[in-house]
């Protein structure tokens, strides 16, 4: 082969090399362009109530943008988001649609936990709700020694739901309802009051309440226009939870002995029940979540 032969061979490699380049990144681009210029200001909302960018509402923009940026380029959690939804939200969906509770409020259960059932805080929260030891008693979740209902999403989604009505007959709007979940009722109240404003919008508050309502509206943004934002192939498969059944039981003394009886699988079990601390329950009325095959 002359050498000029082999310099085209090359050269027309290149070439095709380029536009397959150029129009992958050409793809890709449509999916990191600066979000500002296709945003529907006028439609961002929570729960109905629109949020206001202009005039004294200005740094309302920047406050959105920033939690937008943080949360969009953090791109493994945000994946996570996606694939953890459909094992928890729909169940949410259901329940906050029988309480009367605004659709928007399932996002707060990204923001609190980024949908990880077994999440702890610094400060002792717990579950996908984020309940503190005191609050999850005061709604009639059980923590002792032995179980840790906070870790029974079912049951830690009931309580939520009634705390949110409480706050609702509280402060009479959603908005407040969920800054309130974040920062205590107490805290909002005095802050509401001292200010004298009564909007969640007017009011001056520490950084995480500040941020706590823009994180759960750009959480709301970016899992509702997810596929217009992200790559599919970013995004990946959802998981699917296996199917289970519930078994009810009085008294286990000794729950690896009671599924090896059972034939139920001992690991799935207690993955299928993190809200049993030990190996055994005291008596109750209790109901144990396990694999339907």
């Known amino acids: 082969m002359s050498k000029s032969r082999l310099i085209l061979i090359v050269s027309i490699l290149i070439l095709f090399v380029s536009i397959g380049i150029f129009l992958f990144v050409g793809k890709s681009s449509q999916h990191t362009a600066d979000l500002s210029k296709i945003i529907d200001y006028s439609k961002i909302n929570f729960a109905g109530e629109k949020v206001s960018f202009e005039g004294k509402y200005y740094y309302n923009l ?31 969906e259901k329940k906050l649609k029988e309480a009367g509770i605004p659709d928007d409020f399932k996002y707060l259960a990204i923001a609190e936990s980024g949908l990880r059932n077994e999440s702890l805080s610094s400060a002792g929260a717990g579950g996908i709700w984020q309940f503190v030891p005191d609050t999850a008693k005061q709604y009639k979740l059980q923590v002792n020694d032995t179980v840790d209902e906070r870790y029974n999403f079912e049951l830690e989604t009931d309580a939520a739901i009634t705390y949110f009505k409480k706050l609702y007959a509280d402060f009479h709007d959603w908005t407040l309802v969920a800054a309130a979940y974040n920062r205590g009722e107490n805290g909002l109240r005095r802050a509401l009051d001292d200010q004298k404003v009564t909007s969640y919008y007017d009011l001056y508050l520490n950084e995480e309440t500040t941020r706590y309502l823009f994180r759960i509206i750009a959480i709301k943004y970016l899992m509702e226009n997810r596929y217009e934002v992200f790559n599919t192939d970013e995004l990946g498969d959802v998981f699917m939870a296996p199917k289970t059944k519930i078994i009810e039981v009085t008294e286990l003394a000794d729950i690896k002995d009671w599924c090896f009886s059972n034939k139920y699988d001992y690991a799935m079990t207690r993955q299928l029940n993190q809200w049993i601390l030990g190996n055994t329950l005291p008596k109750g009325n209790w109901k144990i979540k396990v694999l339907d095959l």
């Open 62 to 92: 920047e406050k959105f943008e920033k939690e937008l940026s943080v949360t969009r380029f953090n791109l493994y959690q945000f994946v996570l988001y996606h694939k953890r939804e459909p094992l928890y939200i729909p169940y949410i």
